[in-house]
């Protein structure tokens, strides 16, 4: 079955970044890309971007442009996600769910991961 | 941008139907989806293209798009049904990005 795994919560003081992993199974990696969404406490669902996990394509979303980086390792099936210059705004969790690409769902996610920005 | 308008919060019975609603200006040009979140939980894809439902969705769960309404529709509401509910479109217009309903709280009297 397919699974996302993320890495664990992180503190993080403003100015920091962050780099938060996504080790995916149960299906063939490249097939399908990597959106990030995240929730803030009391918010809803934000997107952050998509990345092909097959070529260089990559979507950022205007707000993190900037500021976020996304990334893949074919050898290891992983998604990797950057959050840079972090803010206390920025306290959210942050999932990654497997995305095929545009008007595409966001079929799969993962469990999420838990940035804390505070000083 | 493209903005999706949903009411914040949805009140049924068990038993009953709930509907929940997700405004877009010609929301029917585009293909709607449908997520679950319960608190403590990730999102779960309910309702994809509009009226399709994954696998391992219940029946009761439903979705239609028309005009400049979505809606999902839950049929013989569970508590467990008892969740955030969020739309989600990709709006093509300039970049190509993902666009998502502010939600909606759905009670479960």
């Known amino acids: 079955q397919v699974q996302l795994v993320q890495s664990g919560a992180e503190v993080k003081k403003p100015g920091a970044s962050v780099k938060v992993s996504c080790k995916t199974s149960?299906?063939?990696?490249?097939?399908?890309?990597i959106s990030w969404v995240r929730r803030a406490p009391g918010q809803g669902l934000e997107w952050m971007g998509w990345i092909s996990t097959s070529s260089s394509n990559k979507i950022y979303a205007q707000k993190f442009q900037g500021r976020v980086t996304m990334a893949t390792d074919t050898s290891t099936s992983t998604a990797y996600l950057e959050l840079m210059s972090l803010r206390s705004d920025d306290t959210a969790i942050y999932y990654c769910a497997v995305n095929a690409g545009t008007y595409f769902p966001l079929d799969f996610w993962g469990q999420g991961t838990l940035v804390t920005v505070s000083s | 941008s493209y903005v999706l308008t949903q009411p914040p919060s949805v009140s049924v019975a068990p038993g009953k139907t709930a509907t929940i609603t997700c405004g877009g200006d010609?929301?029917?040009?585009?293909?709607v989806h449908w997520y679950q979140q319960t608190p403590g939980q990730a999102p779960v894809l309910v309702i994809y293209?509009?009226?399709d439902r994954p696998s391992g969705i219940p029946e009761r769960f439903s979705g239609s798009n028309s005009g400049n309404t979505a809606t999902l529709t839950i049929s013989r509401v569970e508590a467990g049904d008892e969740a955030d509910y969020f739309c989600q479109v990709w709006d093509s217009t300039g970049d190509h990005v993902v666009v998502f309903g502010g939600g909606t709280k759905l009670t479960v009297l």
């Open positions: 293209y509009n009226t």
């Open positions: 010609n929301i029917a040009s585009k293909s």
């Open positions: 149960g299906y063939t990696f490249t097939t399908h890309g």
